[in-house]
């Protein structure tokens, strides 16, 4: 089992930035990649971005040019730094984590962007 917890989230205007984190812990070995998605009132969770074991990144469209992925191998840690947020960036985020198959979840961070 691979548990997340995700960090970061909070209020801010438009144009700010924020970083989330999340770390993982527990059976972390052979994990093949890791990412956020989001999910805002009334909509379906969706792709934000992901990053793989050997450091391949990519993004949805919208926040290309935005948002950046990294990774620290050795806090088993994923940041996703967001500058130049927009309203439409609110949304809860989730982290992500794929192994053998297998999808987790953390718990979620709110992001509200005021405009």
């Known amino acids: 089992q691979v548990q997340l917890v995700e960090s970061g989230g909070g209020l801010v205007q438009a144009g700010g930035s924020l970083r989330l984190s999340c770390a993982a812990s527990g059976s972390t070995f052979g994990i093949n990649a890791m990412g956020w998605y989001r999910q805002a009132p009334g909509k379906q969770r969706q792709y934000v971005a992901s990053i793989s074991s050997s450091g391949s990144t990519n993004y949805v469209d919208s926040v290309k040019g935005r948002f950046t992925i990294a990774k620290h191998n050795a806090n088993n840690t994923v940041y996703l730094q967001m500058n130049s947020l927009k309203p439409e960036d609110t949304a809860v985020y989730y982290c992500?984590?794929?192994?053998?198959?297998?999808?987790?979840w953390g718990q979620g961070t709110q992001v509200t962007v005021s405009s």
């Open positions: 992500n984590a794929y192994k053998r198959g297998s999808a987790y």
